[in-house]
């Protein structure tokens, strides 16, 4: 079984900064792309930002040069760095992995349980 663990959400003025981490555990033989989504109320789930195992990173269009996804694979941790932040990036954050689980290489997609991010004055 794999846990996904996420902390750093909360109260954050306009312009503020955030940065939130998600730590895999469990049995984890190796993971692949870790991302972020969001969700605000009456929204679908969104795509934030992802990394894959050697970098590659790809970020929603609304927080391009604001938001910074990052890994440390040893910690089995992602994190997001969130700058600038607005308003209407108030939402319920999810990480996720992708998490090989033994050596046949079998994989599956893990979430967290979410934290909320509430960005206002």
């Known amino acids: 079984q794999v846990q996904l663990v996420e902390s750093g959400g909360g109260l954050v003025q306009p312009g503020g900064s955030l940065r939130l981490s998600c730590a895999a555990s469990?049995?984890?033989?190796?993971?692949?792309?870790m991302g972020w989504y969001r969700q605000a109320p009456g929204k679908q789930r969104e795509l934030v930002a992802a990394?894959?195992?050697?970098?590659?990173?790809n970020y929603a269009d609304s927080v391009k040069g604001r938001f910074t996804i990052s890994r440390d694979s040893a910690k089995k941790t992602v994190y997001l760095q969130m700058n600038s932040l607005k308003p209407e990036d108030t939402a319920v954050y999810y990480c996720?992995?992708?998490?090989?689980?033994?050596?046949?290489?079998?994989?599956?997609?893990?979430w967290g349980q979410g934290t909320q991010v509430t960005v206002s004055s």
């Open positions: 996720n992995a992708n998490v090989v689980v033994d050596t046949y290489l079998n994989h599956y997609l893990y």
């Open positions: 469990g049995s984890i033989f190796s993971i692949n792309t």
């Open positions: 990394i894959t195992n050697v970098g590659s990173t």
